[in-house]
């Protein structure tokens, strides 16, 4: 038993944190990483040349603030506008919203896990080969204070699934757990000797 609750402890942790890896590997090569104004701007981006053999091409969008800022009264969200453009005509459009939201006590501070966020935009599939106009501005008012915003872009990407890692993390428990419980017990030491009998009267 003993066994069985390692190898289901290794799976859990092949699938909660050898996943995310394996999923690297198999996607395509990044195209490039682009920095973004982090306030409202004017849409700016790269323009790429796309074909249907790059598809599905994924768009990330990520963005960061400072950890240790002191959170105000004011939204704590920052809101993204992407577009992708083709042939003088616009092909998709899709809106992001970041949320920073501090768990901790006092309520003021992010740690660093939670003043980043990254999404995925959006699969691009490319309908023919030419320039691809990638375009991306910020369109909240009065929003998050961001530190750094950045556009990457791959090609042949391959989306995760995000029900993998958290059955993982649960596999693991349940073999560590299931290990411990089934640890094997060493049995009392026992004397074959029989007990000596004492004698009196000599």
Avoid at 53 to 81: H, K
Avoid at 162 to 180: S, T
Wanted: charged share 25%.
């Amino acid at each position: 038993m003993r066994l069985i609750a390692l190898l289901i402890a290794f799976l859990g942790a092949l699938l909660a944190f050898g996943y995310s890896a394996w999923i690297d590997l198999r996607s395509g090569a990044e195209i490039g990483r682009y920095a973004l104004a982090t306030r409202p701007a004017e849409p700016a981006g790269p323009t790429l040349s796309l074909s249907p053999a790059d598809a599905p091409v994924g768009l990330y969008l990520s963005a960061a603030r400072s950890g240790g800022d002191e959170r105000g009264e004011g939204d704590e969200t920052a809101v993204f506008e992407v577009s992708v453009s083709h042939g003088g005509s616009e092909i998709e459009r899709r809106q992001i919203r970041f949320e920073f939201a501090a768990t901790s006590g006092d309520g003021r501070t992010l740690s660093a896990a939670q003043a980043r966020r990254i999404r995925l935009v959006l699969l691009l599939n490319p309908p023919e080969e030419g320039a691809y106009r990638i375009a991306v501005a910020r369109s909240d008012g009065e929003g998050a204070e961001l530190q750094s915003a950045v556009l990457s872009v791959r090609r042949q990407a391959i989306v995760p699934d995000e029900r993998v890692a958290p059955a993982g993390f649960l596999l693991l428990v349940i073999g560590a757990v299931a290990f411990v419980l089934f640890r094997r017990r060493k049995p009392a030491k026992t004397d074959p000797r029989p007990p000596r009998s004492h004698k009196w009267g000599r």
